[in-house]
């Protein structure tokens, strides 16, 4: 036969086998669990603590989990069986753990954690290819864990218990056996500042920030009590802020305290009330008495807004001081329902909390409410024109004359109602004063105006202004709605 024949019959065995082996090695190379990385190999060879000299041994595969326990069990009846041929690749071979080398892992590595190795063998398109996957499943010795339950079980720890902070005095106070027990009655104002007692007095309320970016800080706090009630004063720093202080409510309890003056004192306290009140130790003599309500005015209408107690009426109203504008400035006049013919006067102005008013003269124009803070009374006014017109008298004046018109002295004494000039009145009256000599002068001035340095121009100012409010040291002397109802 010639060559060319020759050639041309084995170029198509030549062709298909090519092709063959070409589709073998694309299916491998698309297998990714055929082959192992360098990496992985170093980690599963050092998993399995297998030495170098031992990597070509024959190996043994299980499709069963291999653990301490089955291999000890089987030692003296399983026989290590030699394993199927694998490639010529090293990439396919698979570690082994023999008896001799597994003895000596449990013995030198009593401690340490043990790794289960699962080990299964995949034979895909007629054993072509094998592909062994390598399942590393952490886990401690159940022995191990056993104990250090048992260890753990076993410990005791002590309970810290809680010791309240227990006072001798009062211990013995409470006892009766305190000697020197000193009563506080109602007619105390006593003033306590609070440290440690401060969040549960105020529940909670006294280390905090006022402002949502503003960092928190102790707010400074006074207990006071007064008339057997108690109440709460925090006062605020920094700039911007809504009030300068705010009172608030005390929590129930009993509190053992310090007073300002130095005093240790006992107290139970119950909706806002004092039910006991007594100095353990300390001399009482050095707290104060009440002897105005500008001690207490404030706090009082507090206390009744606070615990809401309905024992109270109160009339609020507005007005503006012309000479020092501060905004309107908001007053309340209250009584307490038991003694409703008391009467009670606060202010407050922006950015303040409410105070006690020390004096204040208001009165009002017309029926419309307009209420103007002024420096004296209309009453204080109807006595300085009395009194110069008497005394005008005594020197032989008989009234006198404004615009060619004459005012006798009895014209304004005959009726018994306040005495009520215009300006141009008042002047005509000052200019008869200007009549006496600079003596007589002197003598009128000591007797009728030495109290208050009112001219006789400022009131006839204000003789449309009829007195509404008139608070002097913190006492209401007159209130327009109070005494119109009580006449």
């Known amino acids: 036969m010639p060559l060319s024949q020759i050639i041309k019959n084995n170029f198509k065995f030549l062709s298909l086998t090519f092709f063959v082996f070409f589709i073998s090695c694309v299916v491998q190379a698309q297998n990714p669990k055929s082959i192992i990385l360098p990496e992985e190999k170093a980690k599963i060879e050092s998993l399995l603590a297998i030495k170098p000299e031992e990597k070509n041994a024959p190996k043994q595969y299980d499709s069963s989990v291999v653990t301490e326990t089955a291999i000890e069990k089987n030692n003296s009846k399983n026989k290590i069986q030699k394993s199927a041929k694998l490639s010529k690749k090293p990439i396919k071979k698979s570690p082994k753990i023999s008896k001799k080398n597994k003895k000596k892992l ?14 299964t063998k995949n034979v895909h398109q007629k054993k072509t290819t094998e592909n062994v996957e ?42 009766g056996e305190l000697d020197n027990v000193q009563e506080i009655d109602g007619n105390y104002i006593i003033e306590s500042e609070l440290k440690e007692n401060c969040d549960r007095a105020v529940a909670g309320q006294c280390f905090r920030a006022d402002k949502f970016f503003q960092e928190s800080y102790f707010h400074y706090t006074i207990l006071s009590i007064f008339h057997k009630k108690i109440i709460a004063e925090q006062f605020f720093e920094g700039e911007g802020r809504a009030s300068d202080k705010v009172f608030l409510k005390v929590s129930d309890g009993e509190y053992l305290l310090y007073t300002k003056n130095k005093n240790k004192i006992f107290l139970v306290v119950k909706n806002g009330l004092v039910e006991e009140l007594v100095v353990l130790d300390g001399d009482l003599s050095k707290e ?61 102005v922006p950015n303040k909390a409410i105070r006690a008013v020390q004096n204040l003269n208001l009165c009002r124009v017309g ?27 005594g020197y032989g004046s008989e009234g006198f004359s404004v615009n060619d018109k004459n005012f006798t002295f009895d014209d304004f004494n005959q009726d018994k109602i306040m005495i009520s000039l215009s300006r141009e009145q008042a002047i005509g009256l000052a200019e008869e004063v200007a009549k006496l000599s600079a003596e007589d002068k002197n003598l009128l001035k000591s007797k009728c105006f030495n109290d ?9 100012v204000f003789e449309k202004c009829h007195d509404y409010l008139v608070v002097e040291a913190c006492e209401v002397n007159y209130f327009y709605n109070a005494n119109k109802e009580n006449n």
């Open 134 to 175: 390598l399942n590393i499943v952490e886990s401690e010795s159940e022995e191990k864990i056993k104990n250090e339950e048992t260890i753990i079980s076993n410990i005791v720890i002590p309970k810290i218990e809680e010791r309240e902070r227990t006072d001798a005095s009062l211990e013995k106070y409470k006892k």
């Open 106 to 119: 449990l013995k030198n590595n009593k401690k340490r954690i043990i790794k289960k190795v699962k080990i």
């Open 367 to 393: 029926d419309s409410f307009q209420a103007i803070e002024r420096d004296f009374t209309k009453g204080e006014c109807d006595r300085k024109f009395r009194c110069t017109m008497e005394n005008l008298a």
């Open 288 to 348: 104060s008495k009440i002897v105005s309500k500008c001690q207490y005015a404030d706090k009082l209408l507090a206390f009744h807004r606070l615990y809401q107690t309905k024992g109270h009426n109160e009339e609020t109203l507005l007005y503006s001081d012309k000479k020092n504008f501060k905004g309107l400035i908001d007053a309340t006049i209250f009584s307490e329902k038991y003694r409703p013919k008391i009467l009670y006067s606060t202010f407050k």
């Open 452 to 460: 208050k340095n009112i001219d006789l121009i400022s009131c006839s």
